[in-house]
């Protein structure tokens, strides 16, 4: 789970209605994007599912009866119940990591639990004392805690025996400003820190859930009362149109799948082309993608950044040489290792997922290198346009004029979303497109809103990567398949 770049909330939405026996449900609820929001948002890349129990005159296929209600504060978050009696926690359902926490009683020192329940092992009949000491790092540090082990009660669910971990320390302002407790996630067990077994993995091995499938229904509604839901054990037809497309899972650690070329106005931003990885991630507000394609998106739709001299000066410098280099047909890498802006990439597999986990913008990789990549894709796309080197020199300075600030967050104008062009992801051959309304979040409102951009920049060794986070699924209803490890994508209802 990723926590560096801006995390921006959207609003998710639910309304539970009657289901198939197999299907638990999580309901989704929403409140205003608000300035502490924003502040928290700023500071990680995920926050998100707050369960109730059972209506008793609510029924399902099969009569069993279940309704699951979750409050939304402008986060994805819902609650859970640890120990014998239960007690309540608001978690983020985060598929981008895999991981149960929550703040412990014994957490003293940090002014984050001090602002949020704690568990209380003496008030548990069924926990166990592991005492195995262990660290979740983020972008933006890590937790500290030891392992433990207990009852969690998600809706009407009750998981036995769950590992999970006592946070003794929340260092910075993260989770100060955090509206839920801790996270609970939903990726594989390939990510779990402490090999600890995953909540999900306990529900299916322990049989509560008959389909080894869960999906996200994200209302985006932002009139609407209810936020969304949060389906284990399969998926609520009334939550998409049509059918999915899947992709299969290619690396088992996130939902991570290979995807196509990334369209502008229907235009090829040629980042994409030859495909780039994907991850889909509850726990991420916006979609984080490469720097290059962000700053892409910003020119067209007339975003606001800083991070433009050192760009500049690798035009400035390198142009010439980058479209000499781009003619004999190099590539952008092998251009940049000639005039002495790349060196070798080194480091085995298990470091660039290590990378990637960390999800962390900021010291990934040499700048340079990746700025000067991003000058010569760009640069590659005006040739094949026919364009002369004049021309493709003044293109390349007007794009550093719209690299993203270095906290990642864009802002555009208001009155400009109508001019703002669709935007498209080619996943499984097919194209989900997304409209200005659609990727553009308004904070505030009347004469004080701000329109920041959905998108942020995020460059990592191991290549192009996108994750799609609520924005995305907001749109488009997501099914997480663990039994055929696809993950499967249709028009949200």
């Known amino acids: 789970m990723a926590k560096h770049l801006l995390s921006l909330v959207v609003l998710l939405a639910l309304f539970s209605v009657v289901l198939s026996s197999e299907l638990r449900r999580v309901g989704l609820k929403k409140k205003p994007v608000d300035e502490d929001t924003l502040k928290a948002a700023k500071l990680r890349l995920k926050d998100r599912v707050r369960l109730q129990g059972a209506h008793p005159g609510h029924h399902l296929y099969g009569g069993q009866g279940v309704e699951l209600k979750n409050y939304l504060d402008a986060q994805y978050y819902g609650e859970i119940g640890i120990g014998t009696p239960p007690q309540k926690f608001t978690v983020v359902f985060d598929t981008g990591s895999s991981n149960l926490w929550v703040p412990s009683s014994k957490c003293r020192l940090s002014v984050s639990c001090f602002l949020h329940p704690k568990f209380k092992p003496g008030k548990s009949s069924t926990y166990k004392e592991d005492g195995k000491e262990c660290n979740i790092q983020y972008g933006t540090g ?36 955090a509206k839920f407790d801790g996270i609970l996630g939903l990726g594989f067990k390939e990510i779990s820190v402490a090999d600890a077994t995953p909540v999900w993995y306990n529900m299916m091995d322990q049989g509560l859930v008959s389909e080894p499938v869960f999906s996200f229904w994200l209302n985006r509604n932002a009139q609407d009362e209810n936020g969304g839901e949060l389906v284990f054990g399969g998926m609520d037809p009334r939550h998409y149109i049509g059918t999915h497309t899947y992709v299969p899972v290619t690396r088992k650690g996130y939902w991570q799948f290979d995807m196509g070329d ?14 780039c990885a994907a991850i889909a991630d509850s726990g991420t507000s916006l979609m984080a993608g490469p720097t290059g394609i962000v700053t892409a998106i910003n020119q067209a739709i007339g975003a606001t950044g800083v991070m433009n001299q050192q760009c500049k000066a690798v ?5 010439d040489a980058m479209i000499d280099m781009l003619m004999k047909q190099m590539s952008p890498y092998k251009i940049c290792s000639q005039i002495g802006m790349c060196t070798h990439r080194a480091g085995s597999e298990e470091a660039k997922i290590a990378s990637v986990l960390e999800r962390n913008s900021h010291g990934v990789g040499d700048a340079g290198c990746s700025m000067c990549e991003m000058a010569v894709v ?28 270095p906290n990642g967050e864009s802002v555009v104008d208001c009155d400009t979303l109508l001019s703002m062009p669709d935007v498209t992801f080619t996943i499984g051959g097919k194209h989900f497109s997304l409209t200005p309304e659609q990727y ?41 398949d663990y039994g055929r490890e696809r993950v499967g994508f249709a028009k949200a209802a």
């Open 142 to 177: 890590a937790v500290y805690g030891v392992l433990s082990q207990d009852k969690v009660t998600v809706g009407d669910m009750e998981v036995t025996e769950q590992p999970f971990m006592e946070a003794v320390k929340e260092p910075g302002v993260t989770f100060l400003l």
């Open 262 to 275: 990334f369209l502008i106005d229907g235009q090829s931003t040629g980042f994409c082309a030859k495909g």
């Open 315 to 319: 035009v400035s410098q390198y142009g």
């Open 378 to 405: 760009w640069a590659q796309n005006q040739i094949l346009n026919n364009q002369s080197t004049e021309l493709v020199k003044d293109y390349l300075n007007n794009m550093c004029e719209h690299l993203p600030n």
């Open 440 to 480: 553009i979040l308004k904070v505030g409102d009347g004469k004080e809103a701000q329109c920041v951009s959905g998108f942020m920049g995020l460059d990592v060794p191991s290549g192009p990567l996108w994750i799609l986070g609520d924005v995305f699924m907001g749109v488009y209803h997501t099914a997480f």
